[in-house]
């Protein structure tokens, strides 16, 4: 009975007038005014939620961390994107997909402190399922499952993050991995080598302007935190604090350490003098006669290998953008070998100063962000394996969203316009009534596999058809006319020169493919 009582009192109070129904409400027994109360305060929320025309009120925009992208901007990423494949296909790499949700025990435990940043899902039927976090995790559970040995892959497709969002330094929610792998047991730092050479072509290629490609190797890490006195089981938590490097001075580094990790001060400070060294080659070597770093194994492990990366780094003739810095650390738990990381520097890179191989500081640049980044992970595939059987893995993930960011700015900065077809050629019109000859001679050209368009108009006007192809950056117009018809040509206009040609109709298809492979 109350709840017929509360519907009638709510359709007073939509047209405001409750008071009278409500006070007739005390008359009925078992209902107390608390009760009634309680209902009206229901309803009057209810009110304020729908709003006064009933209809619910919501702002139109996309979720946080996400984005729209409009057709000007998607010519960009195709472009990236073609250079990247390019590259990867031109290594020799074939292409996988995997469900973009995961079993959530799938993810669980390989991130290290951003596990905490992966996108859990509601129970669906009984399985606990999480969105991917990476394209590494799902591509060592597929090689596990499958049994697979021996690949070398690429992988683009999206992840999700439930981090703290930077729409302008290209830090999103939801975003593109291209990912490049190569799984299998060969001879030490070959194909480690390769996947530096693929980051240096990519990012060459893109002519994101200068570059720095980190290196360091997780054995190198742990013989350090080794040696420096830090117990073993802080040395993943130690790792992900100095990973931050690129984006805290060191003080707030070392606070970290100390004051959140409790890691002794004179830890902290041995470790500080050699996060601080860059060098290349040389640097290796003269941390293989260091007195503390030559006590560990591991790290003299990690040093030897470092020096054999940089031997094939130079017939690869990449080293001019290559530097062996101690601060890179890579806070994801599952790398086991070298890991590198390629940054954009506003100041420029120059080789590498003799002072800086000498293993002093170096100078630093200005970092404008991780454009790419990577490793060796050879117990990841190990870890799904019912009986742990590794297959060693090393590979790189191109940071696309960084690089679309970047594209866009440059591309907004110049002049240069931006094609978002590419349509070939534009079937026009001078006359009235020849809409069916237009139909026709477009059919000709889409079954030749010429790109054409024509206008969605009976009979549109010559000089709009025209505008259209300026403002598209159609580069040819192929015009009919009556006369034409009668003399078995099309008139083909260039757009950008305005000159006109009489082409015969059995002539056409193959001079526009001339025309347009000259462009």
């Known amino acids: 009975m109350l709840g017929m009582f509360c519907v009638r009192a709510g359709s007073g109070l939509m047209g405001f007038r ?23 305060a229901k309803l009057l929320a209810l009110k304020a939620q729908i709003g006064d025309d009933g209809k619910h009120q919501f702002v139109l925009k996309t979720a946080k961390g996400t984005r729209d992208y409009n ?54 039927g009984g399985e606990l399922l999480s969105l991917r976090y990476d394209l590494t995790v799902p591509f060592a559970r597929y090689l596990a499952m499958n049994k697979i040995t021996n690949i070398k892959r690429y992988h683009i497709a999206k992840v999700y993050r439930r981090d703290n969002p930077a729409m302008t330094r290209g830090r999103y929610r939801e975003f593109y991995q291209c990912d490049f792998d190569i799984a299998g047991q060969y001879d030490a730092m070959i194909p480690d080598a390769e996947c530096l050479k693929i980051v240096y072509e990519i990012l060459s290629g893109l002519d994101l302007g200068d570059f720095r490609i980190k290196v360091n190797d997780r054995r190198i890490l742990d013989g350090m935190f080794a ?5 073993d089981d802080k040395f993943r938590t130690i790792c992900s604090t100095v990973d931050k490097l690129d984006k805290m001075p060191w003080e707030d580094v070392r606070k970290e350490m100390v ?23 040389e640097l ?27 031997t094939y780094l130079q017939l690869f003739q990449v080293t001019d953008k290559v530097v062996f810095d101690l601060s890179l650390a890579r806070g994801l738990d599952y790398y086991t070998g070298i890991i590198y990381e390629a940054v954009l520097t506003q100041a420029g890179v120059a080789p590498v100063s003799t002072e800086a191989q000498n293993g002093a500081p170096a100078e630093e640049s200005v970092s404008v962000g991780s454009v790419a980044g990577g490793g060796r992970y050879d117990g990841l595939v190990g870890m799904f394996d019912p009986k742990g059987r590794k297959v060693p893995c090393v590979g ?23 094609r978002t077809t590419e349509v070939q050629v534009l079937v026009a019109s001078a006359q009235k009534n020849l809409l069916e000859e237009r139909l026709k001679l477009v059919t000709e050209l889409w079954n030749a596999g010429i790109k054409a368009e024509m206008m969605y ?63």
């Not at 009278?20 to 027994?29: E, T």
């Not at 004051?259 to 080659?281: C, R, T, W």
């Open 18 to 40: 409750a008071a009278p129904l409500v006070r007739s409400l005390h008359y009925f027994p078992g209902i107390t005014v608390a009760q009634i109360d309680e209902e009206v």
């Open 71 to 124: 057709p000007k901007q998607m010519a960009i990423r195709e472009r990236v994107f073609s250079t990247i494949i390019g590259c990867f296909k031109r290594h020799g790499a074939e292409t996988i997909d995997t469900p973009v949700f995961e079993l959530k025990e799938t993810l669980t435990g390989k991130y290290g402190e951003d596990s905490k940043l992966i996108y859990d899902l509601k129970d669906q």
């Open 227 to 231: 040696v420096c006195g830090v117990p």
């Open 259 to 281: 004051n959140e990790k409790g890691l002794s001060e004179e830890a902290a400070d041995q470790i500080g003098e050699y996060v601080s060294l860059q060098g290349g080659m």
């Open 284 to 310: 290796a070597e003269r941390l293989l006669q260091d007195q503390k770093m030559s006590r560990s194994k591991q790290a003299c492990a990690g040093l030897s290998d470092i020096k054999l990366l940089f």
């Open 396 to 418: 790189v993930s191109i940071g696309i969203e960084r690089i679309f960011s970047i594209m866009e700015q440059k591309a907004e900065a110049s002049a240069e316009k931006i």
């Open 457 to 519: 108009k009976k009979n549109p006007k010559l000089l709009s058809q025209l505008q259209h192809c300026e403002e598209s950056g159609i580069p040819l117009v192929a015009i009919l006319g009556e006369q034409e018809l009668k003399d078995g040509v099309v008139k083909l206009r260039v757009v950008a020169s305005r000159e006109e040609v009489d082409v015969s109709r059995a002539a056409l298809i193959e001079e526009i493919r001339r025309r347009t492979s000259e462009a």
